[in-house]
């Protein structure tokens, strides 16, 4: 983990209100795992003072090409990809190339090697699931298996097909798309759990390991068909955060366990958990 001022190499906008945003830091850009997220702050702002939580989208070298995440050592730049949600994300797309922003990264446990290699050795296929903004935390997974040989799909839903950003990105990396918008305008109308739990029906007899991220309800009921089936699921988490160190304990979720050890932080011992792990409901709901 390090804590740096960075320079803005590209902010560039998207549709339906995001931004692909880079910076460049070595030193950070090298010790980055798929799965681990960032603390944003704007400098020189007084109306602004929390850092903001963000997915760690993608690793490159200067030259564009993504970084060699096993070793680190070509990676330089670090992407993030989010969307305009209120004051601090509004501020951050007004940033150019040349702006300096403050980082503190890598942060948490995100999809660990030695935790999902062996389900995804067993497994058929790895089905990455994925509403909204959550797609922004399933890229670098997504590369790292690829790169080892696994074959893999994407299931991913948004409010429009404005949402659907990053779709490109993710080509490589899979043997197929299923898209869902919630008005119909591109793929599946309805939600991403639809197409998901059709494709898990119509291959009973195979092996999948789910990893997801995205809104609260779409980790539940993909939790639940995971379960339903006997398939194992990786769930990344999404809360607020004041410092993203363990500290505060805002980001605490409820997790299955007596006494103390009954909640989680999201920052620290995620923000990737099995999904069985989590006590799903209502009353567990991160706010976000």
């Known amino acids: 983990m390090y804590d740096e001022i960075v320079a803005v190499t590209e902010n560039r906008p998207l549709t339906g209100g995001h931004f692909l945003l880079s910076v460049k830091s070595p030193r950070q850009a090298k010790a980055i795992r798929p799965g681990q997220f960032a603390m944003l702050r704007l400098l020189g702002r007084s109306d602004v003072l929390l850092r903001r939580p963000m997915s760690i989208y993608d690793v490159q070298s200067s030259n564009g090409r993504r970084g060699k995440h096993k070793t680190g050592r070509s990676a330089e730049i670090i992407r993030f990809l989010y969307k305009v949600v209120g004051r601090g994300t509004q501020l951050m797309a007004e940033l150019q190339p040349g702006d300096r922003l403050g980082l503190l990264a890598p942060l948490g446990h995100g999809f660990l090697a030695e935790d999902y290699l062996p389900h995804a050795k067993a497994a058929d296929e790895i089905l990455h699931v994925a509403g909204g903004i959550g797609i922004a935390a399933l890229l670098l997974p997504a590369g790292e298996l690829a790169r080892q040989g696994f074959r893999q799909r994407l299931f991913f839903g948004g409010g429009t097909k404005a949402d659907l950003v990053g779709v490109d990105d993710f080509k490589p990396h899979m043997r197929g798309l299923a898209l869902a918008t919630e008005d119909g305008s591109r793929g599946h109308r309805g939600f991403v759990t639809k197409p998901l739990e059709e494709y898990l029906a119509r291959h009973r007899e195979k092996k999948f390991l789910l990893m997801a991220c995205g809104p ?33 304990l805002g980001c605490s979720i409820r997790v299955h366990g007596k006494g103390h050890g009954s909640y989680q932080r999201v920052c620290t011992e995620g923000p990737v958990f099995w999904a069985d792990k989590v006590v799903w409901g209502r009353g567990n709901i991160p706010k976000t």
Not at 225 to 245: D, F, I, K, T, W
Request: hydrophobic share 45%; charged share 15%; with cysteine.
């Open 216 to 248: 609260w309800a779409m980790l539940e009921a993909t939790a639940a068909l995971a379960r339903r089936q006997g398939h194992p699921c990786l769930v990344s988490m999404e809360n607020r955060m004041g410092c993203g160190l363990g500290v505060c």
